[in-house]
């Protein structure tokens, strides 16, 4: 599904994730930006878009945005709450002309996108269960949530072809690479239910784990990308992913 040139009919989706975009940055992706609106049809920006959810930096962001003359929709991820104003960070962003995915499905010349951020919790046996102190029931209901608001996105798709788009990875195949240890912390299996009761989803796109492997396979066998900027970036020689849908 990777590819440098679109065929007849499919839409050509531009991802990345983990921006980290800084207070100091300077214009740190106009050029990247105004690059990929040559080469994609759509940009998706899979979550960590500031370093630490300062307006400041979703300010600087902003302004790299406009410079796209393709639609650009996304996640905010983990880094973009740290400052406890994820609302303003998505306004800012929205007033720029990004669709900040959370609770509403978009269409983009024939393939849906639906997104949200997701959360952590862990797969397999190392999943955490909703049992015992409170605080760990809340946190496991917190997985939960994310997990329903893309399946209700996903269930309002009419289109035959849809990518989900996540910060947190759905499966564990494209976090192979970082320490065992953290798993848990880089997503949910929670998130990858919802991915495989739809024929309608083609592919998934998250962010998050820096060392992570590039591609994946839901149980069902949809494909997972993990579009973190320094994966792409070993993997292509570039700091996204391009994917014909």
Do not use: W
Not at 168 to 177: A, D, F, L, Q, R
Not at 192 to 200: G, K, L, T, Y
Not at 216 to 235: K, L
């Amino acid at each position: 599904m990777a590819a440098t040139e679109a065929a007849n009919g499919k839409l050509r989706v531009a991802a990345i994730g983990d921006l980290h975009v800084m207070e100091d940055s300077v214009a740190p992706y106009r050029e990247l930006f105004t690059e990929i609106s040559a080469t994609a049809d759509v940009l998706v920006l899979c979550g960590d878009l500031t370093n630490l959810g300062k307006t400041s930096e979703a300010e600087i962001l902003a302004e790299d945005i406009k410079s796209c003359s393709i639609p650009v929709l996304g996640v905010l991820g983990n880094h973009d709450y740290e400052c406890g104003q994820p609302e303003k960070v998505s306004e800012i962003l929205h007033s720029a002309g990004m669709k900040v995915l959370d609770e509403q499905a978009v269409d983009i010349d024939g393939v849906g996108f639906a997104g949200v951020k997701g959360f952590l919790g862990g797969y397999g046996r190392g999943e955490l269960a909703p049992f015992g102190e409170p605080i760990v029931k809340a946190f496991v209901d917190e997985a939960m949530k994310e997990a329903r608001k893309l399946e209700n996105q996903l269930r309002t798709i009419r289109t035959g072809r849809s990518v989900a788009v996540l910060h947190y990875s759905p499966i564990v195949g494209t976090i192979e690479g970082e320490p065992p240890a953290i798993f848990q912390y880089l997503g949910s299996q929670r998130l990858c239910e919802p991915i495989d009761r739809f024929d309608h989803v083609k592919a998934v796109v998250h962010g998050h784990a820096h060392h992570g492997t590039y591609e994946g396979r839901t149980p069902r066998g949809t494909p997972v990308y993990n579009v973190a900027q320094f994966v792409c970036r070993e993997q292509f020689g570039r700091p996204y992913a391009l994917l014909e849908i």
